[in-house]
């Protein structure tokens, strides 16, 4: 069985984790619970990290937690108190590191957010295409085709069998075919993907009403699959990649998502 740090050494270089495109999230491992002698064993991956989460790691014996969502930003103060403190305590009491990739994951170009979720859902044809904001590259969008054309409400319940989740969207009165994908929080990017790319639609996680008139006027249609849904197959993905990568280690992907309950009118 490999050592921490061998999966820590890998996971680095695998994912370009330094290459953090500004991101305000703290990446790569961000707690170390484990001696240098210990090996690893068991690996669990989650989108976030929280107390279901740990539970759930602790009960398999995990010594590596991975996670897309982090508990430490680079603004933070070094105080380790409250919902915060209390994570790392059960961390460290279960002898479980933690290692976070956030828009290392979400941009990568083998097992990332963006691709995991277009294979998710069948699209096989697919580039990514660089974001540029002020002349500096940010990240990627994810541009694939659709085999044919669909009106929106047709691939609004396209989206929501195959990733069974409820779907929302915004029409903008014409039919989908060249599509972008970025995961997540990402409606404040649309506007540089129309500046990049030719599209008539765009996927990502969740809808923020003070992007909402503006998008209706950018004319295209835009669909919100949530943001927990939408970014769980690149985990996915990558617990793959590193069962290949060690022989005989155990991945397991907890699926913990936001308990959200919704009231019909």
Known sequence: MPKLYEVVDFLDRYLNIYDDYGDVVLNGLV???CEAKDEVRTVCLACDVNKKVVESAAERN????ITHHGIFTRHDEARLVGVKGKL???????????YVAHLPLDFHREVGNH?????????ENFELVE????????GNVLITELESEMNAGEFARLLAERLKVSVEFQQA??????LAIITGSSMSMLEDVIRAVDIDSFLCGEFKHGYAFHHEELGVNVFYA???????YGLQFLGGKLKNTFKGLEL??????PSIKRVEH
Not at 88 to 98: G, P, W, Y
Not at 115 to 123: H, I, P
Not at 131 to 138: A, C, E, F, I, V
Not at 226 to 232: A, F, G, M, R
């Open 31 to 33: 707690v170390d619970a």
């Open 226 to 232: 949530t943001h927990y849904k939408t970014e769980i």
């Open 173 to 178: 009165g014409r039919n989908v075919k060249r």
């Open 62 to 65: 995990a010594s590596l937690l």
């Open 88 to 98: 790392v305590r059960m961390l460290m009491e279960n002898h479980i590191s933690l």
């Open 252 to 257: 397991v992907f907890i699926d913990v998502p």
């Open 131 to 138: 974001l540029k904001r002020h002349g500096r590259p940010y």
């Open 115 to 123: 691709v995991a979720l277009a294979k998710t859902l069948g699209f």
